[in-house]
T-cell receptor, first 115, second 116 residues
Framework: NAGVTQTPKFQVLKTGQSMTLQCAQD?????MYWYRQDPGMGLRLIYY???????DKGEVPNGYNVSRLNKREFSLRLESAAPSQTSVYFC??????????????FGAGSRLTVL | AQSVTQLGSHVSVSEGALVLLRCNYS??????LFWYVQYPNQGLQLLLK??????LVKGINGFEAEFKKSETSFHLTKPSAHMSDAAEYFC??????????????FGSGTRLSIRP
């Protein structure tokens, strides 16, 4: 059971380039999330998806787009990367759509550097 | 919007000493609260969660946390620190978003170091 799989693990981009971070889960979870982690700032929510076909903005959505391709996959796209988007990105999933007690299962992270 | 504040970005204790990591939340309704742990170069994993069933919550690896509504706190404790507890710890709060998915907000984290 792989859990939550993120690709790529590492990526270096130049300012203005675009890229997509991929995330897939095999736990049949309904909700999926993208966070970024920066030193001293904890994890900040970028976008989340309650179910296939729905997405919502989190705390820091500017400069990002997402696609919930199907129940398993939730991708994060940077259309025009900026140095401020240098970060470690985590994808997570949880089981229920309506429950405050959702427990997140995290991927291993994707380290992105924008030069 | 709900939020959490973790007091102290870095805590250092001696092996065998009490561990106390502080978390305060803000919420207009009873929240769901969580503690997650992140070991170096890994993703986060759940330590424990509060869902209103009991104010004292026990988690994995000997950690526990107490929900105190009057203090809006959810501090994490462990009676005796072990070297393997060195990691970063995150407090998180859950709010129900309009789309009915849980919007889970994290604090800034506390790095725990253990001195031999």
């Amino acid at each position: 059971n792989a859990g939550v799989t993120q690709t790529p693990k590492f990526q270096v981009l130049k300012t203005g380039q675009s890229m997509t971070l991929q995330c897939a889960q095999d736990m049949n979870h309904n909700s999926m999330y993208w966070y970024r982690q920066d030193p001293g700032m904890g994890l900040r929510l970028i976008y989340y998806s309650a179910s296939e076909g729905t997405t919502d903005k989190g705390e820091v959505p500017n400069g990002y787009n997402v696609s919930r391709l199907n129940k398993r996959e939730f991708s994060l796209r940077l259309e025009s990367a900026a140095p401020s988007q240098t970060s470690v990105y985590f994808c997570a999933s949880s089981e229920a759509t309506v429950s405050g007690a959702n427990v997140l299962t995290f991927g291993a992270g994707s380290r992105l550097t924008v030069l | 919007a709900q939020s959490v504040t973790q007091l102290g970005s870095h805590v250092s204790v001696s092996e065998g000493a009490l561990v106390l990591l502080r978390c305060n939340y803000s919420s207009s309704v009873p929240p769901y609260l969580f503690w997650y742990v992140q070991y170096p170069n890994q993703g986060l994993q759940l330590l424990l969660k509060y869902t209103s069933a009991a104010t004292l919550v026990k988690g994995i690896n000997g950690f526990e946390a107490e929900f105190k509504k009057s203090e809006t706190s959810f501090h994490l404790t462990k009676p005796s620190a072990h070297m393997s507890d060195a990691a970063e710890y995150f407090c998180a709060v859950s709010e129900i978003a309009a789309s009915s998915a849980s919007k889970i907000i994290f604090g800034s984290g506390t790095r725990l170091s253990i001195r031999p």
